[in-house]
């Protein structure tokens, strides 16, 4: 393969192919950058190992930029996943977005029997 894969709470999930010095960090975000719903804390990256096998890596991209760590290079093959956040936050967003369309249903039902 000659791209990396980068899929979860990216805005723009898919394969990209990585600059000479690409490292994880810019593949996410040429995938349009962490959705609202990313978390951060929790980036799978998957590596291939000269195509043999693969090599599995849990990231703290968050923890990584605080220190000024290096982020790992990308290369070609490559898997990068961003978990969904699982909180609070997660869960009133698409509440409200639930209760607003029934909402906008609602008045639409009543408009149309007036």
Same mark, same amino acid.
């Not at 290079?73 to 936050?89: E, L």
């Given at each position: 393969? %000659? ?10 999930p ?8 690409? @490292? ?5 975000? &040429?995938? /349009?950058?962490?959705? *609202? ?15 043999? /096998?693969? *090599? ?11 220190? /000024? @760590? ?6 070609? /093959?490559d ?10 936050? @997660? ?11 029934? &909402?906008?249903? %609602?008045?639409?039902?009543? &408009?149309?029997?007036?």
């Amino acid at each position: 393969d %000659s791209y990396v894969r980068v899929i979860g709470a990216v805005n723009i999930p898919g394969p990209y192919v990585p600059d000479n010095n690409a @490292t994880v960090i810019d593949m996410i975000y &040429l995938a /349009g950058g962490p959705s *609202r719903f990313a978390d951060l804390n929790h980036v799978r990256y998957i590596q291939m190992d000269d195509g043999v /096998g693969k *090599r599995e890596t849990m990231l703290d991209m968050e923890d990584m930029l605080e220190r /000024g @760590t290096d982020y790992p290079q990308a290369q070609p /093959g490559d898997v990068i996943i961003i978990s969904f956040k699982d909180d609070w936050k @997660t869960f009133s967003f698409w509440a409200g977005f639930v209760r607003d369309m029934a &909402l906008v249903a %609602s008045s639409i039902v009543l &408009l149309s029997r007036i």
